[in-house]
T-cell receptor, first 112, second 112 residues
Framework: GENVEQHPSTLSVQEGDSAVIKCTYSDSASNYFPWYKQELGKRPQLIIDIRSNVGEKKDQRIAVTLNKTAKHFSLHITETQPEDSAVYFCAASRNSGYALNFGKGTSLLVTP | DVKVTQSSRYLVKRTGEKVFLECVQDMDHENMFWYRQDPGLGLRLIYFSYDVKMKEKGDIPEGYSVSREKKERFSLILESASTNQTSMYLC???????????FGPGTRLTVT
């Protein structure tokens, strides 16, 4: 199936700095790329997503960019806050059209 | 608000037992999914269903089966539990076309 690689596996930044998490995918037919945030002990929740007909999408302090040619997409968080500390998962759609392949996650720690 | 519930938050079973994990969603979603989450391995898809009585294997279906007799309910069955099935199990649902998946709170299963 689709392979989604996510880097880095852990990321530590100081409050106010930016954080970038990168993912690559292998199936050129993938057309939907969501990002989920999972706080400790809680369920994953969608924070932003992008479809293949769009190159960039922003929502306040978070943004996602997609490079279809290179088959990679990235999550950018600006002005990080301690409450941004969580595990972030990227995902890419499978060719079945119903399901997702998830990356292994990035544990982000924002220190005050 | 979409609500996805799972039958148990914590479960302890013995090796060889048959285990049922149930998931119920209240938003009339066509798609439902079962994942297992293990540290460092992210979210791995076990099975998914895109309609009543329809099911598709994910990446790690061995040792598991599923049942979807009603649209709102998707059950995961461990036919004969083994210690390597100790994990966090997450259920999710989504409407078509491929879009946000709403996760349940998870069931932490321990097989002794």
């Amino acid at each position: 199936g689709e392979n989604v690689e996510q880097h880095p596996s852990t990321l530590s930044v100081q409050e106010g700095d930016s954080a970038v998490i990168k993912c690559t995918y292998s199936d050129s037919a993938s057309n939907y790329f969501p990002w989920y945030k999972q706080e400790l002990g809680k369920r994953p929740q969608l924070i932003i997503d992008i479809r293949s007909n769009v190159g960039e999408k922003k929502d306040q302090r978070i943004a996602v960019t997609l490079n279809k040619t290179a088959k990679h997409f990235s999550l950018h968080i600006t002005e990080t806050q301690p409450e941004d500390s969580a595990v972030y998962f990227c995902a890419a759609s499978r060719n079945s059209g119903y399901a997702l392949n998830f990356g292994k996650g990035t544990s982000l720690l924002v220190t005050p | 608000d979409v609500k996805v519930t799972q039958s148990s938050r914590y479960l302890v079973k013995r090796t060889g037992e048959k285990v049922f994990l149930e998931c119920v969603q209240d938003m009339d979603h066509e798609n439902m999914f079962w994942y297992r989450q293990d540290p460092g391995l992210g979210l791995r898809l076990i099975y998914f269903s895109y309609d009543v009585k329809m099911k598709e294997k994910g990446d790690i279906p061995e040792g598991y089966s599923v049942s979807r007799e009603k649209k709102e309910r998707f059950s995961l069955i461990l036919e004969s539990a083994s210690t390597n099935q100790t994990s966090m199990y997450l259920c999710a649902s989504s409407p078509p076309p491929l879009s946000e998946q709403y996760f349940g709170p998870g069931t932490r299963l321990t097989v002794t």
